[in-house]
DNA sequence: CACGGGATTGGAAACGTTTCCAATCTCGAT
DNA sequence: ATCGAGATTGGAAACGTTTCCAATCCCGTG
């Protein structure tokens, strides 16, 4: 084959120049008799511009990169989808990279050179002085999903953990509970951070004392991870002591569900449990969970929209953005009335 | 700013011309002695060559696209984490699309012009003649992941579903169930119909009696839609009538376990339950699931690897490659013995 | 009929690389 | 000292597009 036909061949075959044929198939500044001319015959000749060098001219790629700690993981799966779906819609591409540790994320962050991308997407766990200097660095546009200092000059979407675990806790007092545990994820991630912090004011909001051995930390958002620091929460606060439990994760309250029923302490009945981000997990889970939604597409979306606003020159490239938590109610908290 | 550095800033600073620069970065004949002085430069000035313009001149990118059919589905989320996983190791970039009906696969195929991406991976559930052709139009190497017919162009790595209900119904029969129902998904899909297949061949093979009651298919391979169709098959084939299950997907298998807990059929003491995909959740589901590991995550890798390696040059474009199933045994089809 | 202004067109530069080709240089062998 | 082969270098083309600028055309007005 002769290769795919390039704009030089259009124009030839339309007997015009070749600047004259990029006007036509623009539709800027030609006259309506060539410009249709022009565009007939690219039709026929299957004529599709060549991308990278309208990049290389324009010094715009259409690409849009996201780097996410986990594409496995399914809320991040979920972010993914939707940050997808919003970009397709404006007929962008998504690259998407994996890193976890800081040095792998600002490592990501300087690999992807202002000529590939637009854009920037970033979803960092662990938001350290090496990873807020990269994105310091980063010479696209860049929105960030998760936490960041107030100064940052990058564009923010976040959950509001805070709320969302005393969302959470309301719920569980509302419906009689009194000593309520909490497992979190590792304390020095944001989202660890925030929801601890959410859970102590939420605990002191209502008025019952602060009872450190309540909480237990998770080395990782995980069930794996999980399971022992549930096991470690029942062991130390004895098992009758604790009539509910709240989870930094779907997985981890998944993880508390087994634990629980490992003991034979019944959930609902002999102890509550809400789980976060309502994955689809909540909703299979048997008892299903009640979960509180932190809005992970809705964060994907927005992060999308956001940075495509910035893109177009119609947002503020700092603008910070807080989506509100939701709590979804199902078994995992309602007292029985058999089916 | 003055914009990144070109390789022409690079070539005046170091008293050379921009050919010879060019072939400094590339360690290709140049001297040493210039080569050293160029890089040290180059470093300096923090000149980063523009993948935009090498691409324009080269002709290769250094993206690989991937089209799967729903990113946020657990298995293709873990599918496209391997095989981001397998291209970063090459340092090339992978971009993702997501497309489920034929028409825009097919358009999502043709939208990756031969001049953004070096090569394509596809995951086609539906792979209908609409698909089939605009996979022949594809101008670069391509490997598809899921069945192709023998006389394909493109590469493929398929998972072995026949033989992966096979593995499920062979343990099923050992552990002694005689009447094994089946849910399967959308029949019109390739692994819906491999499936099924695999199932009546399996039944057969055992001397069983091909008993159409026992077989009912969801409208797609999903939790919600599972449901109602394994309530049919209870229904229908009387609750007592069935020893055993086959899931074609682990949230099948998952809606079976709900569906049996409702009515009150313990599993695995009136009813074996077997999924497939060993996706986490068989680990995590009460009780977990006996699941029938089909491989996502090294189709993934193996997918990438087969184009890396076309596109190297070391492997023919349209070699099939099969990937064994693997049957984990857990709680769903073992008697108990309390722990 | 001449003129001027707007619409339309074509030539050529530019984007930043890689690579072909020819020119120059180095250095050992005669 | 001369030659020549091989190493090294620079000029320039090429990749395919967009866009600047100047040239041309058309058409209505004076």
Redesign the interface.
Same mark, same amino acid.
């Given at each position: 084959m002769a290769g795919?036909p390039t704009i030089a061949a259009v124009a030839r075959h339309a007997g015009v120049s070749v600047a004259t044929a990029s006007r036509a198939l623009h539709g800027q500044g030609a006259s309506p008799a060539t410009a249709d001319r022009v565009r007939l015959v690219a039709q026929e000749l299957g004529y599709?511009?060549?991308? %990278? $060098?309208r990049?290389?001219q324009s010094g715009r790629?259409g690409?849009i990169?996201m780097i996410v700690p986990?594409?496995?993981?399914?809320v991040y799966?979920?972010m993914?989808?939707a940050v997808?779906?919003e970009l397709?819609a404006d007929d962008r591409?998504?690259? %998407? $990279?994996?890193a976890q540790e800081a040095s792998a994320v600002a490592a990501a962050i300087q690999r992807f050179?202002?000529?590939?991308i637009d854009g920037l997407i970033v979803v960092p766990l662990r938001p350290g002085p090496q990873v807020l200097d990269a994105l310091d660095r980063a010479?696209v546009p860049t929105v960030v999903i998760g936490s960041l200092p107030e100064s940052a000059r990058q564009g923010v979407v976040r959950a509001d953990s805070r709320a969302g675990v005393r969302l959470a806790i309301d719920h569980l007092l509302e419906r009689g509970a009194h000593r309520i545990g909490f497992v979190n994820g590792p304390v020095d991630t944001t989202p660890g951070r925030l929801r601890l912090e959410g859970y102590r004011e939420a605990i002191a909001g209502a008025g019952l004392e602060h009872d450190p051995s309540l909480e237990v930390a998770a080395d990782d958002f995980t069930?794996a991870a999980a399971m022992p620091a549930v096991r470690a929460l029942l062991d130390r606060a004895g098992a009758t002591a604790i009539d509910a439990i709240v989870a930094a994760n779907d997985?981890i309250a998944?993880?508390a569900?087994?634990a629980l029923?490992?003991r034979g302490i019944d959930v609902p009945g002999d102890c509550l449990v809400v789980g976060m981000d309502d994955t689809?997990?909540a909703?299979?889970?048997?008892p299903s969970l009640t979960s509180v939604d932190l809005g992970a597409a809705a964060r994907g979306t927005l992060a999308a929209a956001q940075l495509l606003a910035v893109l177009r020159g119609d947002a503020e490239a700092t603008e910070h953005t807080t989506v509100e938590p939701a709590l979804v109610v199902r078994e995992s908290t309602t007292r029985r009335e058999r089916?």
């Open positions: 795919t599709r511009p060549n991308a %990278v $060098a990049a290389l790629t690409q990169a986990d594409a496995a993981n399914p799966a979920r993914t989808s997808q779906h397709a591409q998504l690259l %998407v $990279a994996q050179g202002p000529q590939l010479s069930y997985l998944v993880a569900l087994r029923a490992d689809e997990l909703q299979i889970a048997i089916r």
